[in-house]
T-cell receptor
């Protein structure tokens, strides 16, 4: 069964460093998303991406964050200068469309720890 | 402000019983509501969607109700099994197509 894959599963980085989280969405999907979940808290929307551009973003997704689809398969989230409060699970998701019946398929997540 | 409220206390039930989880929302007029399952350290997995004009939706042992007057959805698992133990998330799509999640309720089914 097709699935969303994320790498790495766990990333430890020093505060102020740049990190890139990688995702391979399901191949025929058109919409891509990043969410984060701070330990013990809810899953929060960061950004959605369609047709090679950001379609929607939350207030969490500030200038420190960027997304890119560098080729036909990868979808990346970059955090330019990590802060301690960026420590969280980051989930990538994709969906074939964006209509009401469309479900989002989530990856297993990357646990980012900023020290 | 918009809120999605799910009981933060874990629900403990015995195997074979029906589990009922609640999702309440305020300041939303959702066209539909979704339920997801999340296991520890994993991403959410979609379970069911119910539209605003549907009162009830079923899928195998799962049943969801949606009361737009009460602004509430109930999620039922009948004949619960230990394998049903997980956190269950309610998600709404308000003005956009992006689902906004509640904090989830942890369900623990004891053998």
């Amino acid at each position: 069964e097709p699935e969303v894959t994320q790498t790495p599963s766990h990333q430890v980085t020093q505060m102020g460093q740049e990190v890139i989280l990688r995702c391979v969405p399901i191949s025929n999907h058109l919409y891509f998303y990043w969410y984060r979940q701070i330990l013990g808290q809810k899953v929060e929307f960061l950004v959605s991406f369609y047709n090679n551009e950001i379609s929607e973003k939350s207030e969490i997704f500030d200038d420190q964050f960027s997304v890119e689809r560098p080729d036909g398969s990868n979808f990346t989230l970059k955090i330019r200068s990590t802060k301690l409060e960026d420590s969280a699970m980051y989930f990538c998701a994709s969906s074939p469309g964006q209509g009401e019946n469309t479900e989002a398929f989530f990856g297993q997540g990357t646990r980012l720890t900023v020290v | 402000s918009q809120k999605i409220e799910q009981n933060s206390e874990a629900l403990n039930i015995q195997e074979g019983k029906t589990a009922t989880l609640t999702c309440n929302y305020t300041n939303y007029s959702p066209a539909y509501l979704q339920w997801y399952r999340q296991d520890p350290g994993r991403g959410p997995v979609f379970l069911l969607l119910i539209r605003e004009n549907e009162k009830e939706k079923r899928k195998e042992r799962l049943k969801v109700t949606f009361d737009t007057t009460l602004k509430q959805s109930l999620f039922h698992i009948t004949a619960s099994q230990p394998a049903d133990s997980a956190t269950y998330l309610c998600a709404l799509r308000g003005g956009s197509y992006i689902p906004t999640f509640g904090r989830g309720t942890s369900l623990i089914v004891h053998p």
